[in-house]
């Protein structure tokens, strides 16, 4: 899993309340940075990952030596213009690649596993606020993410309303759904049911649930595809043969495809985080914390807030996005929304989906101008 | 820009909350962002016009008039603006209500059919008017409910909707409508802008 070299850490030594009511301190937040931070600080954006996703998010990933998980949007004179913008990414809590999370050892030296404290949204955005002092930055020019990262980018805004100028929540939605919690559910069943998970002292014993995991993955994995894009690519093709075999081995190039989404993921995910972190997602109800008024959860803010959603995303469909717009509509906040037409289904955030990634340079840029 | 968006600009005081109901391309709303430091919002259909609102830093949101209006309080902006788009709606009077519940005032152009080359086109050539302003055939037209200046100005007084100005453009003139030269104007102006309210 993570390696502690090339992992830049901030001790939090500040208590932080958890949601479930424990109370964590002197505990390591993983992040990494993008560009420069201006002499004003007013160019940084703090960039939040989806639930597999870390800190690195463009170039080279150190510890995976795999290209960084948004790539596509966030590079030099790409849509989040790295020499224009200073953006900042962290691992969440609950994650493994060096935040603090249940890989991590308890104040007895023991090894976590599930006796970490469940974690929320709200948890992991308030763990991510030290940033902003760690770096100096009073106000921040925006805050995005996609999926469960836009989770944390409408909890951020919520917690900490005149912390950043511009709101940018991408493929997400202000309350999990039950179709949402079922496929996360499947996937911890997964985990949980392989016999080398040990109730979550699998590191103890030098063993690893990989089989659970690679199944979660596989069947997350489809959840983030559409099925026109996947007929489209894999159709009823064969893998690397001409006729079926008449056994269990993979004939189609999809069931090759996911088998190999699988194992590579067991190869840098832990499986106690995929846990923690399917249930901070579960818990995410931002109207809940409103008695059901989610307007009320932006009305301390006067931020612009720019909201995007995809055709043949069916995870965090348009409506779920729609009802974020509406929300601030009903109060009268500055927000706009655009659909992006794509049949890359939820990944479509994460690929190279033109009208999408101009759409997010032209609101950023714009909006920068004119601060 | 052309003439109707100058007329529907003067008509609009500096410093306002205005909505720009099918913005199209923002034309209107960059206009009146820049001149009139206009706090300005767009509801666009199109997505490539949503595109072009962006680029052109504007605040658009992506929908549709007849269902998206809802969502917005009454009375949120000084003027709600609709351009040449109240004919090809479904139900144009339920979007005119709703233009004038989320409005303290609304802007509402429509095409006017009562043009005397609209008149002429069907009088002598006998098949449905192509004009400047209704340039689409009868079988790919977005246009469901053509009026007449005449017919918006009775339809608006029916409903005890107030009109505080209405103009009749021709081209680059621009002169006020009045229940006295209603008839003329019905067949001179190619285009009718009313300011309006409830």
């Known amino acids: ?371 | 820009m052309k003439n109707e968006f100058q007329v529907i600009a003067d008509l609009i005081e500096k410093d306002k909350k205005v909505l720009d109901v099918g913005c199209a391309d923002g034309t209107l709303m960059k206009f009146l962002k820049d001149n009139k430091n206009i706090n300005i919002r767009g509801l666009e259909i199109s997505k490539e016009k949503v595109q072009e609102c962006i680029a052109k830093g504007l605040t658009v949101i992506e929908g549709n008039a007849e269902k998206d209006l809802k969502q917005f309080p009454d009375k949120s902006f000084d003027y709600v603006v609709l351009s040449q788009t109240l004919q090809a709606f479904l139900n144009p009077e339920l979007v005119l209500d709703e233009l004038l519940r989320v409005g303290k005032k609304a802007i509402v152009t429509i095409p006017n059919f009562g043009y005397w080359k609209v008149r002429f086109h069907l009088l002598f050539k006998g098949t449905m008017p192509i004009t400047k302003t209704l340039p689409d055939e009868w079988y790919n037209t977005p246009n469901l409910h053509m009026c007449t200046i005449k017919d918006f100005f009775h339809f608006v007084k029916s409903k005890d909707i107030k009109i505080f100005k209405s103009i009749a453009l021709n081209n680059l003139n621009s002169s006020t409508i009045n229940e006295r030269n209603l008839g003329v104007k019905n067949l001179f102006a190619d285009l009718g802008i009313f300011l309006i309210e409830k």
């Open chain 1, 1 to 371: 899993m993570n390696t502690e070299k090339n992992i830049k850490t901030l001790i939090v030594k500040k208590p932080l309340k958890l949601d479930c009511g424990k109370t964590i301190k002197n505990f390591p937040i993983a992040y990494e940075t993008y560009g420069s931070l201006n002499s004003k600080k007013d160019n940084a954006i703090l960039v939040f990952h989806a639930l597999t996703g870390d800190q690195f998010v463009t170039g080279i990933n150190p510890v995976t030596n795999k290209e960084g998980w948004w790539s596509y949007a966030v590079g030099p004179d790409k849509a989040i213009d790295t020499n224009k913008y200073f953006v900042i990414c962290s691992n969440v809590i609950g994650g493994c690649m060096g935040s603090y999370g249940p890989s991590h050892k308890d104040p007895d030296q023991k090894i976590f596993g599930t006796n970490f404290p469940v974690i929320t949204i709200n948890d992991m955005v308030n763990a991510q606020y030290n940033l902003l002092d760690h770096f100096g930055i009073d106000k921040l020019f925006s805050i995005t993410g996609g999926s469960m990262g836009g989770m944390q980018v409408l909890q951020f805004i919520n917690n900490f309303p005149d912390k950043s100028k511009t709101v940018i929540p991408i493929a997400t939605t202000s309350s999990h759904s039950a179709q949402n919690i079922a496929f996360n559910e499947l996937g911890r069943q997964a985990i949980t049911a392989d016999s080398n998970w040990k109730e979550g002292n699998y590191t103890s014993s030098d063993t690893n649930p990989g089989k659970g995991l690679a199944v979660a993955r596989m069947a997350a994995h489809i959840t983030y595809l559409s099925k026109k894009g996947l007929q489209e690519k894999f159709g009823r093709k064969l893998q690397e043969r001409e006729d079926l075999k008449f056994g269990f081995d993979a004939d189609f190039q999809i069931e090759s495809y996911l088998r190999y989404q699988g194992s590579v993921f067991v190869d840098r995910f832990d499986a106690n985080s995929y846990l923690y972190i399917t249930r901070a997602m579960d818990y995410f109800d931002l109207a809940k914390q409103f008695n059901g008024n989610l307007s009320e959860a932006f009305k301390n803010t006067n931020a612009k807030f720019f909201i995007i959603s995809f055709t043949s995303d069916w995870l965090y469909p348009t409506q779920e996005n729609k009802d974020i717009v509406i929300a601030l509509n009903s109060i009268g906040a500055d927000v706009g929304f655009v659909e992006i037409e794509s049949d890359k289904g939820h990944d479509s955030f994460l690929l190279d989906v033109p009208d999408f990634l101009s759409a997010l340079k032209n609101f950023l840029d714009k909006s920068y101008e004119e601060k």
